[in-house]
């Protein structure tokens, strides 16, 4: 299983980006997707997850700006990420949970700055 996570960059405060997480094999399957993210000097923090049936839950940090989404038929999953801030800048990892395994994307780096 092979996940690849896209769509980071240079954004200034205020905007949007959305990122995809595209799996290697349906992700009907998994029990769980979740974004993770890594700021410099900082421990990895689960941003929001989504399971198989549809709930999400997101870190209070991004609440009301971001959504988690999942399209079943393309395989991928989304973040779509609003008013965002510079404390959001990190590399955003995407992760799937599968029988009980957990594989893991390369990662994507967003940059919030003026």
């Known amino acids: 299983v092979q996940l690849q996570a896209s769509g980071g960059g240079l954004v200034q405060p205020g905007g949007s980006l959305r990122l995809s997480c595209a799996a290697s094999?349906?992700?009907?399957?998994?029990?769980?997707m979740k974004w993770y993210r890594q700021a410099p000097g900082k421990q990895r923090e689960l941003v929001a997850d989504?399971?198989?049936?549809?709930?999400?839950n997101y870190a209070d940090s991004v609440k009301g700006r971001f959504t988690i989404s999942r399209d079943n038929a393309k395989n991928t999953m989304y973040l779509q990420m609003n008013s965002l801030k510079p404390e959001d800048s990190a590399v955003y990892y995407c992760?799937?949970?599968?029988?009980?395994?957990?594989?893991w994307g390369q990662g994507t780096l967003v940059t919030v700055s003026s």
């Open positions: 992760m799937g949970r599968l029988y009980g395994n957990e594989y």
């Open positions: 094999r349906i992700i009907f399957s998994f029990t769980a």
């Open positions: 989504i399971i198989s049936g549809g709930s999400t």
